[in-house]
């Protein structure tokens, strides 16, 4: 039998988690009374994320990870909620990562941004929660 574990990848890739989930995350600190998060929503997420601490890419055949520049985030734009950097002229970046060590720090600086909270509160589309009705006599 063929051993596939590999320890040092295995606490390596403990290291990081991927940007779409720490964008979840923020929504889950900002928006605590709602269960459905909107994409657009996350990708705003991500971006603030990326303004905070830096941005990795794993390489899904080596396993590989190394730290995005600054110019790759910054001529591109989050996309399918924060799971892909969408940049003009090349395929988009996927597998980003951000460190868990960095994470939660910058969690704790994004909820306690009272601007940043209502930017991402007014500058996304928000469904309206079932049940209820924003129509006249509601």
Do not use: N
């Not at 995350?25 to 709602?34: D, K």
């Not at 980003?96 to 930017?119: G, Q």
């Amino acid at each position: 039998m063929v051993e596939r574990y590999d320890s040092v990848r295995d606490a390596e890739a403990a290291e990081y988690l991927p940007l779409a989930r720490a964008a979840a995350l923020v929504h889950a600190r900002l928006f605590p009374q709602e269960s459905a998060k909107d994409v657009k929503t996350l990708d705003l997420l991500g971006l603030a994320i990326s303004a905070l601490i830096p941005l990795y890419q794993r390489d899904m055949k080596s396993g590989a990870v190394r730290a995005l520049e600054g110019a790759d985030i910054a001529g591109g734009r989050f996309a399918r909620g924060a799971s892909r950097l969408e940049v003009a002229g090349r395929a988009p970046l996927r597998f980003l990562l951000v460190s868990c060590r960095e994470l939660y720090p910058a969690i704790e600086r994004i909820t306690k941004d009272a601007r940043l909270h209502a930017l991402v509160a007014t500058s996304c589309w928000r469904r309206p929660r079932p049940g209820r009705s924003s129509g006249p006599g509601a």
